[in-house]
């Protein structure tokens, strides 16, 4: 494959994640029509499943639900499992990776009917009649962001972290006891000294039981240890600590600090130990984009409006995006004189209004009446596919976490790095 085609597979990927988690909040938000009766179908068929199988159990469960005594919930279930049998005919085969099927009647009224095949093989079959669609498979394929385990210690204390794909938390500390060096000579000195080597090293073996507790049962990619002095040295060598997570060492940095400006410090030192982690791609994009801000800021488009026309005239090289970015574009025209088409992005019904006040005033000048066309119910897709048209390379920043609110405050979730000024 080459780099063209590299290319265009990953935006048709980075496409594909955007509509599924679109699609997975859309069904989350879904509820059975009268708020609680359990009528909504969530079917998952893992490969291989032969289609005969399935269709059995749709019959078997149709000749259950034909028993409910509830008549709105009979007649609710019995719609959904007709519905998902209709369906099944068309199928000859399983995909690949299996099928998740959704289906039922909604609080709005309507017959909601989806076919999704997921991004990664399922590994479950299951059937689920329930008030709500289950998404928690789809959810976890989603969330594909590696944990990193971070011990920082010290003579003073220690401090345990997870890097959680792009946020940074403390999740327990420690401080000890260990006794300052004595600094008189003679036998009592060389007791203390032995009285304070004794104390080191149970804190060391507190530090590394306690890690054990904290990450054996956690999934972590890798572990650092880091730290100002030696004191990671003989943690990560002791051998109270589990051999599962010494497996996963991978690697020691030096740190001034403990806490959590320990841990930041501890995972900018590690940057190259993580370098394919989702935190260090955000960490430098985000670098990028601010020193092209304080540099050469004429090769960035900010917003929307800027954006959007650099998307028009294929100037974009790289559209990034944050996750948290919502809202629809919607198009004003005017039939009472020659002014040109002005598209919007806007983020809620308030802006909505004000777009709407905005072109009364537009138009008054020519007496004329605004026409609001709505151009797409996601900004998001809509940019996407813009940047697909110019072959732009597509990335996003994730909404949580401190790169993803610096992104958002500096560049308001929408930014472009141009081939051209």
Known sequence: ?????????????????????????????????DGHSTTLVTLIIPPGTPVSDITELIRQELSTASR???????????????????????????????????????????????????????????YL?????????????????????????????????????TRLYVIKELRSYIPPKHRKGGQSARRFERLIEIAYQDFI????????????????????????????????????????LRNKIIGKVS???????????????????????????????LDKLMGLLARNPEMLAIGFNEVNRALYEGKVETLILSED?????????CDGCDMDPIEMYVADEFEKNKAEERAQKICSACGGMPNIEHVHKDITEYLIRRARSISARVEFISSGGEIGAIFMNTFKGIVAILRYS
């Not at 498979?137 to 794909?165: H, N, P, Q, S």
């Not at 507790?213 to 600590?241: N, R």
């Not at 959590?260 to 190259?272: F, H, P």
């Open 68 to 126: 409910i005594k509830s008549r709105t919930t009979r007649k609710s279930v019995l719609a959904a499992l007709s519905s998902i049998q209709n369906r099944l005919k068309y199928w000859r085969q399983i995909p690949e990776n299996g099928l998740i099927i959704y289906c039922g009647i909604v609080q709005d009224g309507r017959m909601e009917y989806h076919e999704i095949i997921p991004p990664k093989p399922v590994t479950i079959k299951k």
């Open 325 to 333: 970015l919502r809202g629809e574009i919607i198009k004003i025209t």
């Open 255 to 285: 740190t001034q600090y403990l806490s959590e400006e320990g841990l930041r410090e501890a995972v900018e030192e590690a940057r190259e130990l993580i370098k394919e982690s989702r935190y260090s791609k955000e960490k430098e994009l």
């Open 1 to 33: 494959m080459n780099d063209a085609e590299q290319e265009e597979s990953h935006r048709e990927k980075v496409l594909e994640k955007h509509t599924l988690k679109r699609l997975i909040e859309e069904l989350d938000e879904k509820t059975a029509v």
């Open 205 to 244: 073996k507190k530090v590394a039981n306690e890690a054990n507790k904290v990450f054996l049962d956690m999934d972590i990619k890798g572990l650092i240890i880091g730290g100002p002095g030696f004191a990671k040295d003989a943690l990560a060598a002791s051998d109270e600590l589990d051999y599962r």
């Open 129 to 165: 009649c329930d008030s709500r669609f289950d998404t928690s498979v789809l959810k976890e394929m989603l969330g594909e962001e590696e944990k990193y385990g971070i011990i920082l210690v010290e003579r003073e204390g220690a401090t345990f972290g997870v890097l959680d794909g």
